[in-house]
């Protein structure tokens, strides 16, 4: 059987068909048969806007998969520094390119004490660190204007760098300032997620538990990447205009913050709370499917319609985690929602399962993050997803600025109305 496609015209008989490779057909032989034609997509649930080698989901399936290595491997055997190499480059690295890259990123976590002393003490006491967290990645570019650079093999890579390791500053010193605690300089002695883990609570005396350690970096390599979703897409419509990449960054941590996607873990959580016991879960479950209150946060997916993959071992981790700090005593609820949800039709008939949002926070809160550092939390990680797939849309030469055109609906040409007439 051809792999093709035929489109007719029927208003003029014209036909195209073009080859369908891997499951995509070019949107081009629209253009062919009617330059004014386009194809009306919102949400681009039925486009695929880029070729992408990075990441590869099967939402039946249950399948997420970094450069080819299944995330289960990842989670149990790399760490997130090994993995976010692995993302950016395509393989996994050597010792030699380990050592070399680990003390790279190493060496660039401090910020300009600029950003420390003068830019985050005009935010409000109260302000949300998500919100200081994207403002502060694009004020971090404007202290490297060699960013612009971007044609620049060498200044990409160098602000690749200084990215990825300096997300666990700004968003360390986002949480001090808010709970009015003097910001804690990163430590080169200590681990990605360990540095992160003391400059967030460092009080004098602070002993890293290697089990919270490990928990952190398996919950970083979870989050690094995710194909085209929200956030990533924000980098790479921003990225193709040319922007730099701490402003990409930003609009792509501005995506990440909405409630329906990386705000996610925050809103499971409050949604928990205010569930309050698991008795009152039958109730919440008939208020969500009668369309009353909030959607079931945490459930559901675009891609996933199984588990989401990154859920059931962040349910396994969240077991090691409360070994250290205790059961969160959210966990019964979640795990009554869970159960209750995946045996109502009306989620198993929408193919609505657990996603990364619904055990994470449960997590994070029980390490003693607040529930407004959950988002950060998943923007640190994120960070080297959005610069792959950034570093990948610069080097594809099928890519260019990104302008949809539109479904218009509005009036028709008319004259401008006197006031005397309106
Ligand atoms: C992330 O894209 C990614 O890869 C994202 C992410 C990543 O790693 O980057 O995986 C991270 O964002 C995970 C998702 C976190 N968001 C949430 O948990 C918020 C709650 N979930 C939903 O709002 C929703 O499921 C989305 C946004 C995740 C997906 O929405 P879709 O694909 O647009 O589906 P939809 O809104 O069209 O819903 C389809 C149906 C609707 O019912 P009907 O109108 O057909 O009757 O399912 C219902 C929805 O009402 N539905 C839900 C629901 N999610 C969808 N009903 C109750 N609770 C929910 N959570």
Redesign the pocket.
């Known amino acids: 059987m051809p792999e093709t496609i035929t489109i007719t015209d029927d208003r003029t008989g014209k036909q195209i068909t073009v080859p369908i490779t891997d499951g995509v057909f070019p949107a081009s032989a629209v253009r062919e048969l009617d330059p004014s034609l386009y194809i009306y997509d919102p949400?681009y649930m039925q486009t695929a806007a880029c070729k992408s080698s990075i990441t590869y989901l099967d939402g039946d399936n249950g399948v997420l998969r970094y450069r080819g290595y299944p995330i289960e491997q990842l989670a149990a055997k790399s760490t997130y520094l090994e993995v976010a190499y692995l993302l950016l480059n395509g393989e996994l690295p050597d010792a030699a390119q380990l050592a070399t890259w680990t003390y790279e990123v190493t060496n660039h976590t401090y910020i300009h004490e600029n950003m420390r002393k003068r830019f985050v003490d005009g935010f409000h006491y109260d302000a949300h660190p998500m919100g200081m967290f994207v403002s502060s990645l694009a004020a971090l570019g404007t202290f490297y204007n060699d960013a612009k650079d971007i044609d620049d093999k060498a200044s990409r890579d160098k602000q690749i760098l200084r990215l990825i390791a300096k997300t666990p500053t700004l968003a360390s010193m986002a949480y001090r300032f808010s709970a009015g605690l003097p910001f804690v300089y990163p430590d080169n002695d200590l681990s990605f997620p360990g540095n992160f883990l003391n400059m967030m609570w460092k009080v004098g005396e602070y002993n890293i538990d290697p089990r919270l350690e490990r928990a952190m970096d398996v919950l970083f390599i979870l989050?690094a990447d995710?194909?085209q979703?929200?956030?990533?897409t924000a980098m790479r419509i921003v990225g193709s205009s040319h922007a730099d990449p701490y402003t990409s960054a930003a609009a792509a941590a501005s995506a990440l913050y909405g409630?329906?996607?990386?705000g996610?873990n925050e809103?499971?959580v409050r949604m928990l709370t205010d569930i309050g016991h698991i008795d009152n879960v039958p109730a919440f479950i008939e208020e969500?499917k009668g369309g009353k209150g909030s959607?079931?946060?945490?459930?559901?997916?675009?891609?996933y319609k199984n588990y989401?993959p990154r859920a059931t071992i962040i349910k396994k981790t969240a077991y090691d985690v409360f070994e250290v700090t205790g059961k969160n005593p959210l966990l019964d609820i979640a795990l009554k929602l869970e159960e209750t949800a995946l045996s109502d039709p009306y989620?198993v008939d929408?193919k609505?399962y657990p996603?990364?949002?619904?055990y994470s926070g449960l997590i994070y809160q029980a390490m003693g993050f607040p529930v407004s550092m959950f988002t950060v939390l998943f923007a640190i990680p994120?960070t080297v997803g959005w610069l792959a797939h950034w570093q990948e849309l610069l080097g594809d030469k099928d890519q260019k600025i990104s302008r949809p055109r539109q479904w218009y609906t509005g009036v028709e040409a008319r004259d401008y109305t006197p006031m005397a007439g309106r």
């Open positions: 949400a989050h995710h194909e979703n929200c956030g990533t409630p329906l996607h990386g996610a809103a499971v969500v959607r079931l946060m945490g459930f559901g997916h675009r891609v989401d989620f929408r609505l996603n990364v949002d619904f994120r």
